[in-house]
């Protein structure tokens, strides 16, 4: 009798372990698969925090210097995507939904030059000075349908602090440049970042 009584405790045992597995896997994936995006009651976008450890994709410069002081983003622009959409775009060719992409951008560190440039002991050159705000990103195609499926978002052109919530940008402040020019390669600007323009595989 303590025979079968023991089987059945261990087959009960086993049952809910099983159980347990097949519970417990799809809520890991799908913590997994969530979008660094959050908003707000009044459908502000909350600024992400460790944005600074995500994979560093790149950062364009057009100087004022370059462009009789009027550049449209005269700051470089430190680029920040989270890995796991990183490697869905290396092998799709297209960012997942909720990828969220940062743009961080840091002023030209002290112009000495007419054209902006610098010198320094690596030589005449551009080099990054204070960080001077935030501009950000969100894939969504339900919530962003009308801008092909990304939202746009500025949490201030100024240092830091910088602020804490953003309501999406007019399509003619962001968006609608991302359509006119980059809607081919899923609204992003791809061919300035190697990492993502090449797919190099390591």
Not at 72 to 100: I, Q, R
């Amino acid at each position: 009798m303590q025979k079968y009584l023991l089987l059945i405790i261990v087959g009960l045992g086993l049952t809910a372990s099983a159980v347990y597995l097949l519970v417990a896997k799809p809520v890991a994936a799908a913590q997994t698969e969530q979008s660094s995006a959050v908003f707000d009651a009044d459908g502000k976008l909350e600024l992400p925090t460790g944005f600074r450890k995500w994979v560093f994709v790149g950062a364009p410069l057009t100087p004022n210097g370059l462009n009789d002081g009027k550049a449209n983003f005269p700051e470089y622009h430190h680029v920040y995507v989270e890995k796991k959409n990183v490697d869905a775009y290396l092998k799709t060719g297209e960012f997942p939904e909720g990828t969220v992409i940062v743009k961080e951008l840091t002023r030209v560190l002290n112009p000495t030059f007419p054209d902006g440039s610098r010198r320094e002991p690596s030589g005449r050159g551009y080099f990054n000075g204070e960080y001077n705000g935030i501009d950000l990103t969100v894939k969504d195609s339900k919530r962003f349908a009308k801008t092909n499926g990304w939202g746009f978002f500025t949490f201030g052109h100024h240092p830091m602090p910088y602020d804490k919530t953003a309501a999406e940008k007019p399509v003619t402040e962001c968006a609608g440049c991302h359509i006119a020019n980059v809607a081919a390669t899923d609204m992003t600007w791809i061919q300035f970042y190697p990492l993502l323009r090449d797919k190099p595989g390591y």
